[in-house]
């Protein structure tokens, strides 16, 4: 007699839906001046990222459309990057500033949407209301403070993916490799080369550098390798600097940078990281250099920032450069900074950045967000909160 036997197997998947949220605050200053710009040209933030797109906020003192004769502002948020069919969920708010929190607020959070969220096509895709206020009420309003309004967007961007089953459900450790070898720089293990920066001696493994920096591994075992490879002498940077950059070799992070500085040391944690900068640059060290720009970029001060901006320059950092002199060009800013040896060394060093200075202070001064209707025309398509497709050519 024969036996057989019947197997089922299963399995299943799971399709997963989350929103990745962010807000943007844009300033207007200067409402008055932009009244009369004409009908369909608007006042732009900045670009901001939410959920792997741009996003910016497009604000009409004069409103969107013709047939409203300029009654109403209009105010809209867009996609400023390419994409297609991006779903989100959004909220626009014109800020009370009299303190009672009166907003004026129009949002998808926390609504039943029939239709769900709302689909943007392209880029230039635009999610608002032509008719967001009327031009008399918001001129008598509490929302208008100084000549200036306040505008906050939510944009909340919509994504799905499907997870198929979970086969290993034990969770592997974080990789340790860091603290290895980070350790052997730290107890001198089989090290086989010693570096002397500014008068100090450093012990180190000939492999370990050649293998993080193409610098060290052309000067310790390239054609042109150096005659003594047991030690080898680096000038022109200072001992703390590379210490720092040593730990960096080794842990693959950032030191303490306060922990490498004499309390009644020159050194301070920004200048400890343009020096790094330089340094990362100098060695072809990729990471440490990103990391450096952007610890530079949260330190950005009035006693720091011409330095930063002639190490930017000097080492083609186009994003920092970039916020270096939008900080510099604020009037609030400007005539402060231009008093400190920092900006004399600018001078000095970089004197086509004060070229491209004057240029930023140019835009500030010319309300540089509102758009004077000079540039190239740009066709925007998107669509009102009625779902009535617009075509609007903007300047």
Known sequence: MENSRVSNHSSTSASLTNTTNASHQFN??????????????YIASDTFMVGGHCWAIYFYPDGKSTEDNSTYVSLFIALASEGTDVRALFELSLMDQSGKER???HSHFGRVLDSGPYTLKYRGSMWGYKRFLKRTTLET???????CLLVKCTVGVVESHTEGPKIYSISAPPSDIGQHFGKLLENGDGADLKIEV????????????????????????????????ECIKIEEMEASAFKAL????????????????????????????????????RYGL?????????????????NTVATTLALADQHHCFQLKSLCLKFIALPKNLK??????????????CPSVISELLLCVARVNEHSVISNGHGDEASLDGADING????????
């Open 103 to 105: 907003h004026k607020v």
């Open 336 to 349: 402060a900074v231009m008093q400190t040896d920092g900006f004399d060394y600018l001078q000095q060093s």
């Open 198 to 229: 500014d008068g100090e001696f450093f012990t180190a493994h000939k492999l370990v550098l050649a293998a993080r920096s193409p610098v060290f591994k052309a000067q310790l075992f390239g054609p042109m390798k150096d005659r003594d490879t």
């Open 246 to 281: 040593l730990h960096f070799i080794y842990w693959d992070s950032l030191p303490d940078m306060e922990d490498l500085s004499d309390p009644s040391s020159k050194w301070v944690s920004s200048l400890m990281a343009q020096h790094l900068l330089a340094a990362a640059d």
């Open 286 to 302: 990729v990471r440490l250099r990103s990391l450096c720009e952007a610890k530079l970029c949260e330190d950005i001060a009035i």
């Open 141 to 147: 309003s509490d929302y208008l403070k100084n000549d």
């Open 28 to 41: 207007i200053t200067g409402y008055a001046l932009s009244k009369g710009m004409g009908i369909g040209r």
């Open 388 to 395: 009535r497709r617009v075509k609007q050519r903007i300047y």
